[in-house]
């Protein structure tokens, strides 16, 4: 799909619904509260729901609870709502919420008597929970909940629907008991300092408390948790608990994970903060820089660009002598001295203009095995992955855990994805990002070239401002990517890109707003976000042509977060 027509989807979307966002609003129940929904977790099939157009139908799989949940299948005429007519109480407040998965996913709520709410995300490859509150107004005594997908969009999925708040003499509604206890407790990746955990989603739960050697540590919403702040070559045991407006569950049986010795998931000499910059291996009519012309402040080097070859999926490089190196061995010993320098430097494959292809295993294996003996011949510490021409996340996820066996635990991968490829975790690119988690270095997302775009909180945001940074860096953060693979990327003048520059003053109150709560814009995300790996420019080049005015402000903004 073309960038013009995925960004009209995404400003109906935003018109259709008012977006407050898909984090869970923090509510106090009181003990008289039910879920005065019925039928809550389709357990019954279709009873007390009616969903439009025979759209919607129950299955067995995927399930958040239960045996059972909804499917709605919306047309390219038809959005696939499927709702139900809860009895409430006048003059009183109710936590709506639901589990969902897949594209463009709605919950609200209609004839409230007071104002009418929904919220909506803009994908999920696996369980999310929505949630909104909602007051009635003087003499409303039914509410109309809903769930919807959106036109011609793939099938979505909900379960475990909650409409929590005083019994409004309905009858039927489902009372609120403490969750059973989580079963399924998984340790995966491990960095040196932490350990991403997962378990099976417990019906009627709202939230869940993690638990390092018997104290808690964190509380999450869905059914997984990356902890943090954990020291290198140490074991540690974990537990969890369901929770609602009940109480909480007894503790989970635990589970034991080590973190590893150095480095983590990509990028073992790549500093908790850092900044990329894309090198350009070609004069455009920018300074013309040797690798030892570049600021200290970078801290990861993009060599650009990797050329394509004739054979699908293999890569080459090959110096431009307008770049000034007398030879290949001055260029090598460049990069070595970036390295000894505590640096990554890596080859950026893409580009504008790039055009190489990964989409089959025999192009796969090309690509891992060619890049590997370009980090071998050069020295090189990764790669980057900036195919601007579409890529597929089954192959491009092969080759690069292919070239993750070959090169060890300290290889360096970022992505440099443009902003309409990250907008829902469906998308190439960001399945990519997802499946490749465990060796990620960082994604530095080009906030540029842009246009206007969604931001997590189905708010459409213009780029050139703090808001259009911190609202999309939010979709990464929220949509299964670590903090510390996250960056922010931007030109480094007016002259880097087409559109999008802002000011290295405006880089730096978001990446505050992101990691202090500070600095922000009209757009304040539910929570922090301390661990954010920094900022990327494109490029060094062009950051030398203005003085380098922007690695001198924001360097230093990167190096001194949280």
């Avoid at 007071?114 to 994908?123: A, E, K």
Wanted: aromatic letters at 8%; one cysteine or more.
């Amino acid at each position: 799909m073309d960038r013009a027509r995925r960004w009209i989807k995404g400003a109906l979307a935003v018109t259709a619904a008012t977006a407050l966002g898909v984090t869970a609003l923090a509510t106090t129940a009181q003990a008289a509260d039910i879920n005065v929904a019925k039928n809550a977790g389709f357990e019954s099939d279709l009873s007390n729901w009616t969903c439009s157009a025979g759209t919607g139908s129950v299955v067995g799989s995927p399930v958040h609870g239960g045996a059972k949940a909804l499917k709605g299948t919306p047309t390219a005429q038809d959005t696939a709502q499927c709702s139900q007519a809860v009895a409430v109480k006048p003059n009183s407040t109710y936590t709506l919420s639901s589990w969902v998965q897949g594209s463009y996913v709605y919950l609200g709520a209609s004839g409230t008597g007071t104002t009418d709410v929904s919220t909506w995300t803009p994908g999920s490859s696996g369980w999310q929970q929505l949630s909104t509150t909602f007051t009635t107004g003087a003499s409303t005594t039914s509410v109309t909940v809903y769930t919807h997908g959106w036109y011609g969009q793939s099938a979505y999925y909900a379960d475990d629907v909650s409409v929590l708040g005083p019994d409004g003499g309905g009858g039927g509604g489902d009372p609120v008991v403490i969750p059973a206890v989580p079963a399924g407790l998984a340790a995966g990746t491990a960095t040196s300092s932490s350990v991403d955990l997962s378990w099976n989603p417990v019906s009627g739960a709202t939230g869940y408390n993690v638990y390092r050697d018997g104290s808690k540590v964190a509380s999450v919403s869905g059914a997984s948790a990356t902890v943090t702040g954990l020291a290198a070559a140490t074991s540690y045991s974990f537990q969890v608990s369901a929770t609602n407006s009940a109480g909480e569950s007894a503790k989970s049986a635990a589970v034991t994970a080590r973190t590893a010795t150095s480095g983590g998931g990509g990028g073992g000499t790549v500093p908790k903060h850092a900044v990329t910059g894309y090198w350009q291996n070609f004069n455009n009519g920018a300074t013309v820089q040797k690798l030892r012309d570049v600021p200290s402040q970078y801290d990861i080097i993009a060599v650009s660009f990797a050329d394509a070859t004739s054979t699908p999926g293999q890569i080459s490089f090959t110096l431009d002598p307008a770049v000034g190196y007398a030879s290949a061995a001055d260029f090598k010993a460049d990069i070595a001295a970036k390295q000894a320098a505590g640096k990554s430097v890596i080859l950026s494959v893409g580009g504008e203009k790039g055009s190489v292809s990964v989409n089959s295993d025999a192009s796969a294996t090309a690509f891992a095995d060619s890049a590997y003996s370009l980090m071998q011949q050069y020295g090189f510490d990764g790669v980057d992955i900036d195919l601007e021409n579409g890529l597929n996340s089954t192959y491009i996820s092969k080759a690069l855990h292919q070239l993750s066996a070959k090169a060890g635990a300290k290889l360096v991968l970022t992505m440099a994805p443009q902003t309409i490829d990250m907008q829902s975790t469906s998308g190439e690119y960001f399945k990519t990002a997802l499946n490749v988690k465990d060796i990620l270095t960082v994604v530095n997302m080009q906030y540029y070239n842009s246009g206007s775009m969604l931001g997590c909180d189905g708010k459409v945001y213009s780029q050139g401002s703090v808001d259009f940074l911190t609202a999309l860096a939010c979709i990464q953060l929220e949509g299964g990517l670590d903090p510390s693979q996250v960056g922010l990327g931007v030109p480094a003048s007016t002259r880097g890109a087409g559109s999008g520059y802002v000011d290295p003053s405006v880089v730096n109150n978001a990446l505050d707003c992101l990691t202090r709560g500070t600095g922000c814009g009209s757009f304040k995300p539910a929570r922090t976000y301390p661990g954010l790996r920094g900022a990327m420019t494109w490029s060094t080049n062009w950051d030398a042509t203005a003085g380098n005015a922007w690695s001198n402000s924001v360097g230093p903004k990167v190096h001194s977060l949280p």
